[in-house]
């Protein structure tokens, strides 16, 4: 490629990285999901409406944890 052909020992040269932490694997780990103040997603089965996004997720669906 390009970058190869221009310094070929790689000398004076970045090689950039994207975040560690995007993965979307990441969004699970921590503190127990419904444990208080965890922002931890749950492993579910379905991403609709009613598996685990209402009571006790938000406010406005009754109560927050």
Do not use: C, I
């Not at 127990?32 to 409406?49: E, I, M, Q």
């Amino acid at each position: 490629d390009q970058l190869a052909l221009k310094s070929p020992k790689g000398q004076n040269t970045v090689l950039m990285q994207g975040p560690r932490k995007s993965r979307k694997a990441f969004r699970h780990f921590g503190r127990a999901p419904g444990v208080p103040h965890s922002s931890t997603a749950p492993y579910v089965r379905s991403k609709g409406r009613k598996f685990e996004k209402g009571r006790g997720r938000r406010a406005s669906r009754g109560y927050k944890v």
